[in-house]
């Protein structure tokens, strides 16, 4: 039996009445590799992506265009679509792996995807804001506590209209919508049977689904974008923000979701937010946050907070803190112990506080390495992020008058445990 071709199954959509869609429709599919890495890299300036070890899925992946990608970035990889005709071209192996399925029922446990991308999906629920809906609530239960969600869907105010490639459709009444897509754009109606399978969401309606279904955009609007920044970058539109109509102005939402519970926890990895440590030559190499902070296997200045100064002589292996540090530390299992491990030129006392509550504190001879292990006093430890502080009593002056630096402890490693 031949195996069948792009261009095998543009034929049976398009028929001979329309060589120019057909010839667009396959251009598009051989071509969504690239734009799938380029989606993807408009999402890598807004957090911290890590995706070696971390199970993720692309629910209406296609041909399985992110899967090259992520699986070489060392991700376990699950493509979903329900149009099997698509779907036959994705190539599973041992990283990656394909199923036809219907994205308002997942086949998939609860929490169990670090990351779902859903790109230009929810507007092919062809049974509108109820089936909208039950598909964001699906993707929020098959996402852990603090994965993330990348979505992508058309603006309904936006004028143009890019799957029918047309000006205004959505905005007539649904009796004219075919004949006028079947007057200028008739290949259209051939792959989708009518327009009214294409359901653009307004912001009104995709913000209510998100609130309803338990979701919430990292960012204050769905571009990627808080509201200082947003009036930062474009005034005019920053003044319309201040009148509510912020969301109305975008050809398309596109943004990083979370568990509403989750949104305050997650925005710690938002790059625009994250304070490097002092003096921290940074190279944006990083990736998401670890339960262990080990300088001596490379930097962490995304999981650092106030208080850190930087390494002395080029040395990979340690940091000073000033006379309090904080750091965030992402636990995805049950790790009942908080470890510590520095070194501590003079005498000095320090306690340890973990999310607002003291877990313990240990008194430091001059000149001594210090191993400690602190028991964590929560029910629950997976699935969060932690803020941790280091708390000295005291803290000294370097020995040389130019440097006016404040040094509390010498951290190698902190970390979560089992």
């Given at each position: 039996m031949k195996t069948p071709t792009l261009k095998d199954v543009a034929s049976q959509i398009f028929g001979s009445e329309h060589p120019e869609a057909e010839a667009s429709w396959i251009d598009y599919w051989e071509k969504s590799p690239e734009r799938a890495r380029e989606l993807l890299g408009t999402f890598e300036p807004l957090t911290w992506f890590d995706f070696k070890g971390k199970r993720v899925l692309d629910i209406g992946c296609g041909i399985g265009s992110l899967s090259d990608v992520l699986s070489a970035r060392g991700a376990e990889y699950v493509g979903g679509d329900y149009t099997f005709h698509v779907l036959q071209f994705a190539t599973p192996s041992s990283a990656k792996s394909y199923l036809q399925c219907n994205g308002i029922s997942l086949p998939f446990r609860d929490g169990c995807f670090d990351y779902v991308f859903a790109f230009d999906v929810i507007e092919h629920l062809v049974g509108g804001t109820g089936w909208q809906l039950q598909f964001l609530r699906e993707l929020r239960r098959v996402l852990r506590p603090l994965g993330m969600i990348l979505l992508t869907t058309p603006n309904w105010w936006y004028p143009y209209e890019a799957h029918s490639d047309l000006f205004c459709p959505q905005y007539l009444p649904s009796p004219l919508r075919d004949p006028y897509v079947?007057?200028?754009?008739?290949?259209?109606?051939?792959?989708?049977?009518?327009?009214?399978?294409?359901?653009?969401?307004?912001?009104?309606?995709?913000?209510?689904?998100?609130?309803?279904?338990?979701?919430?955009?990292?960012?204050?609007?769905?571009?990627?974008?808080?509201?200082?920044?947003?009036?930062?970058?474009?005034?005019?539109?920053?003044?319309?923000?201040?009148?509510?109509?912020?969301?109305?102005?975008?050809?398309?939402?596109?943004?990083?979701?979370?568990?509403?519970?989750?949104?305050?926890?997650?925005?710690?990895?938002?790059?625009?937010?994250?304070?490097?440590?002092?003096?921290?030559?940074?190279?944006?190499?990083?990736?998401?946050?670890?339960?262990?902070?080990?300088?001596?296997?490379?930097?962490?200045?995304?999981?650092?907070?106030?208080?850190?100064?930087?390494?002395?002589d080029g040395s990979p292996s340690l940091r000073w803190t000033k006379r309090e540090a904080v750091c965030y530390l992402e636990a995805r299992q049950s790790t009942p112990f908080f470890h510590l491990h520095g070194y501590s030129p003079r005498e000095n006392h320090f306690e340890v506080w973990v999310d607002g509550q003291r877990i313990g504190e240990h008194y430091i001879r001059a000149e001594s390495d210090f191993r400690l292990r602190f028991l964590l006093p929560f029910e629950r430890t997976e699935d969060r992020i932690f803020r941790v502080s280091l708390c000295c009593d005291k803290a000294f002056r370097p020995s040389d008058s130019r440097d006016e630096r404040e040094l509390g402890v010498i951290v190698f490693s902190a970390g979560l445990r089992p």
């Open positions: 079947a007057w200028r754009n008739p290949a259209f109606l051939r792959e989708h049977g009518s327009f009214s399978n294409i359901r653009l969401m307004k912001p009104l309606t995709l913000r209510r689904c998100l609130r309803e279904s338990g979701l919430t955009f990292l960012h204050s609007f769905p571009c990627g974008l808080d509201k200082r920044d947003y009036s930062k970058l474009f005034p005019f539109r920053g003044l319309l923000a201040k009148l509510g109509l912020g969301w109305h102005l975008h050809a398309e939402f596109w943004g990083i979701l979370a568990r509403q519970e989750a949104r305050e926890r997650l925005r710690l990895k938002l790059k625009n937010r994250r304070p490097r440590g002092q003096n921290e030559a940074w190279d944006g190499s990083q990736g998401d946050f670890s339960p262990i902070i080990d300088f001596d296997q490379g930097t962490f200045a995304n999981q650092l907070g106030p208080g850190w100064y930087a390494r002395e």
